[in-house]
């Protein structure tokens, strides 16, 4: 009987004695964790294919399947792999070409987006640029907005030809 409260009180002494470890990795572990999630939180947030205004902000989203969205997540357009440009009620608006040819929806030749991003109108004459940075410029190279991650095609369509 002598030897059970020996065995307790050695057990006591033993969390005792253990609980500042304990409470060592635990502290240590919620740092660890707290540190991840700040740096989750502090990780650039994705601009890929968003088209924002000169002030930065979100004017447009552009889903993987070519759902257009604008800044309050409403469906806008669509646009579909082979370049059909539709409305949000699926009307057909127009077409970006395989070439950049823009037509609208009586085909019509609206104007065309080369290669290096510019896009100019019916009649050839400079609407603008699509930089590679994604930097859209006006035909006085002012910046019109931005389309970093964006199809120049799409941001073509989107800033210069008012599909949506």
Excluded: W
């Excluded at 740096?39 to 399947?65: E, F, G, H, W």
């Excluded at 800044?71 to 950049?100: M, Q, T």
């Excluded at 009649?123 to 389309?147: C, F, I, P, Q, W």
């Amino acid at each position: 009987m002598g030897e059970m409260p020996g065995r307790v009180v050695r057990m006591i002494l033993y969390l005792i004695n253990g609980l500042p470890l304990i409470a060592f990795k635990m502290i240590k572990m919620k740092k660890i964790i707290g540190l991840l999630l700040l740096l989750l939180c502090m990780a650039p947030v994705s601009d890929a294919q968003t088209i924002r205004n000169t002030n930065y902000s979100v004017v447009a989203k552009i889903d993987q399947d070519g759902t257009v969205r604008n800044s309050n997540h409403s469906v806008i357009a669509h646009i579909s792999s082979d370049g059909v440009i539709r409305d949000s009620n699926h009307h057909y608006l127009g077409k970006i070409e395989s070439d950049g040819d823009i037509r609208d929806h009586n085909h019509s030749y609206l104007g065309k987006v080369e290669g290096n991003g510019t896009v100019r109108n019916r009649n050839n004459s400079y609407l603008g640029k699509v930089e590679n940075d994604g930097t859209v410029r006006d035909n006085n190279h002012r910046v019109m907005g931005y389309a970093k991650g964006v199809p120049v095609r799409y941001a073509a369509v989107f800033f210069f030809f008012n599909f949506f």
